[in-house]
């Protein structure tokens, strides 16, 4: 449920007494449906929008600094203004929001003098996008209603995840927190940066399960996909040296060569040339209503990121292979960067009670944890929450 906008005000007002009255914004994480670590590699994803969001509250200040204060972590850090541009990375929560002000300066926007409060409903750390919803919220509240491209806000957010926090994330996490549609998933071409709404059957629900682990292993493991992605590329340009990137490889082509990749690479690569293929097909499915393929598209996915690309755990498995047991349940698998967080689950309607006791009652016999559900209806991208809501 979302947060009532009047209290994230309140709790403003509580932090930062002296502030004016504040503006309030948000930004939401995202839920992606299939094409996984394909963003960087230029493929297609489908990601929908959540109505779970990053708040920002934010009024100008004549203190020179930008506070910010974070209710989820009950902590405050300020930087003075002069300091944004030549800022180190900090390995802290506020790396997110130092890295997009240096985004906005170097963008030519002037960073005001403001408190900010932020609050998210989303998850942290679980794969639905807290730190992209983190970044647009603060991107969105510092330019203050400030015109931008929509292109050029989400390329920032992702700018200052890979180069100033030190991910080297694609851009689908802030292209979906930006460009997000009620009633519609994105799918986006990740060369071009264009992207089309792709609506859902109304007779599908779309719920993902929080597995509440996250294994250690996510960034390095990360890291190391993508250059291994870079020596799949390598070893395939020696048979077509106008082969950029994965995107450019069709499974024909790789299966004519892929002898000749070293193992490794050649399991990574077989992930991503497939899994952007089934975005197409699963966008095309979705099209035709037809649930049945939808859901085969997602567990061969799932199969695909667990045996070759190797990004999921026992945890995950334990979810996806229960879930995909249960009647009504058409497909299931990992969502996000992998080693844990969520699986996202496509089922009727109908079934969601059962499924979600079944879940529960089978994920707590075997790891002593409680899931969490979450229902993934697709929502808007970000903007500011209006007056009257703030009222
Ligand atoms: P995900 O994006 O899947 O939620 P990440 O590891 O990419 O996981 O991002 C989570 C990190 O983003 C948190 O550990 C924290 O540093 C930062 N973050 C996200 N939301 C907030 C918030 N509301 N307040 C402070 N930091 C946040
Ligand atoms: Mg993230």
Request: overall charge negative; glycine content about 8%; hydrophobic content about 40%.
């Amino acid at each position: 449920m979302a947060f009532a906008p009047d209290q994230i005000v309140a709790s403003f007002r509580h932090r930062f007494p002296r502030a004016g009255t504040p503006s309030l914004y948000r930004a939401p994480g995202r839920v992606n449906l299939i094409g996984e670590h394909t963003d960087y590699n230029l493929g297609f994803v489908l990601p929908i929008a959540l109505d779970m969001a990053c708040y920002a509250a934010v009024a100008s200040t004549d203190t020179g600094k930008l506070r910010v204060f974070s209710e989820d972590f009950d902590e405050e850090f300020e930087i003075d203004l002069n300091s944004v541009s030549d800022a180190k990375p900090a390995g802290k929560w506020w790396d997110y929001v130092v890295g997009v002000a240096r985004e906005l300066e170097r963008s030519g926007i002037a960073i005001l003098s403001s408190d900010m409060l932020v609050k998210s409903e989303v998850p942290l750390g679980s794969g639905l996008s807290s730190s992209a919803a983190l970044e647009i919220a603060s991107a969105v509240a510092l330019l203050g209603g400030q015109p931008i491209k929509p292109l050029d806000l989400a390329l920032l957010g992702q700018r200052a995840e890979s180069q100033f926090v030190g991910m080297p994330c694609g851009i689908m996490d802030q292209y979906a927190s930006v460009f997000g549609h009620a009633g519609a998933a994105i799918k986006i071409d990740c060369r071009s940066l264009d992207h089309e709404y792709v609506g859902l059957p109304d007779n599908v629900q779309v719920i993902a399960v929080n597995s509440m682990v996250k294994h250690e292993l996510g960034t390095s493991a990360y890291r190391e996909r993508v250059a291994e992605c870079q020596a799949a590329v390598k070893a395939l340009q020696e048979f077509d040296s106008s082969i950029e990137s994965l995107r450019d490889v069709s499974m024909s082509f790789f299966v004519e060569v892929q002898e000749r990749v070293p193992p490794v690479p050649r399991q990574r690569a077989r992930h991503i040339i497939s899994d952007t293929q089934r975005v197409v097909d699963f966008a095309a499915a979705a099209r035709a209503k037809d649930l049945k393929e939808m859901g085969k598209l997602f567990v061969a996915s799932h199969r695909s990121m667990q045996f070759d690309y190797e990004i999921s755990c026992e945890e995950i498995d334990f979810l996806v292979d229960t879930a995909i047991g249960i009647p009504g349940v058409y497909g299931a698998r990992m969502t996000g960067g992998g080693f844990g967080g969520c699986t996202v689950n496509l089922l009727a309607p109908d079934g969601v009670d059962s499924f979600r006791r079944t879940i529960a009652e089978a994920y707590e016999a075997r790891y002593g944890k409680t899931p969490l559900f979450y229902d993934c209806k697709p929502a808007e991208g970000a903007g500011p929450v209006s007056a009257e809501s703030a009222a």
